[in-house]
């Protein structure tokens, strides 16, 4: 299966927000294990990955065609709305979100094997 701009965008929108969900999460989870008195090293952990991981979310989420940042308009519809009311194109240059990444290879590619290998 051929991977789309869809599916890298959904991709990254969901392994930063799952990093921010667990630095989130730290928080009242150290607290509960430390009878609500968390140490300073967790909350300082739970804090930088929450805070870095949505700062990260909004800059490093780019369209692969013209490197225009996505995070503030059409990442998040795309990663968590359904395919009918997501956005279907980039809103800087229109390209499709169901076409194939750049660079990728496409499956009308002649790739070559050689008839037999030979050994030395
Ligand atoms: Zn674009």
Redesign the pocket.
Known sequence: MEKTIRDFIRHRVWALSGAAVGGWLLLPLSAAIYKGHPPPVAAIIGVVLFGSAIVFLQFSVK??????R?GQTIAMPVAFSGKKSAPNF??????NLDDPMPGAPTPTENVTTPDKLVWK
Do not use: I, Q, T
């Open positions: 369209c692969p065609k013209c490197s225009r996505l980039c809103p800087y240059c229109a390209v």
